[in-house]
């Protein structure tokens, strides 16, 4: 890779009215300063200067895609576990619930762990 940088400044001279010393100078630009550096970059650093400021950029923008895909992913999967696992469960369910198997079998379960149980029982604990 090759690279340059030129620079020049140059001043603009006109005849200014009033200044008695400019009447006879035509306009003109006069060249003051004329700067000029080259370089050229090859090997290892031509590389590294690529993989940084070409490439790595490249991939991340591509990356950024893919993380917000895969964050949504994970927001998502949760959430139809929770559905599906409800769907699942028959705890306190009317028995008009549609798929159930069993229904009564699950109503009088349901019925029983919401009656009162006598005075020094356990209760067990009710899993899903």
């Not at 893919?66 to 949504?72: F, M, Q, S, W």
């Not at 998502?76 to 798929?99: A, N």
């Amino acid at each position: 890779m090759n690279c340059s940088v030129k620079l020049q400044l140059s001043l603009y001279i006109k005849a200014v009215q009033g200044i008695g010393q400019t009447r006879k100078i035509a306009p003109v630009v006069l060249p003051l300063v004329w700067f000029e550096e080259r370089g050229a970059m090859e090997g290892e650093p031509l590389q590294k200067f690529y993989l940084q400021l070409v490439l790595l950029p490249k991939v991340l923008h591509c990356a950024q895609y893919v993380l917000l895909a895969l964050g949504g992913l994970l927001l998502l999967v949760p959430v139809i576990y929770q559905i599906r696992s409800q769907e699942r469960c028959y705890l306190f369910w009317s028995r008009d619930k549609k798929g159930s198997r069993d229904k009564e079998a699950m109503q009088a379960y349901s019925e029983s762990l919401m009656a009162a149980a006598p005075k020094g029982t356990v209760l067990q604990e009710a899993r899903l």
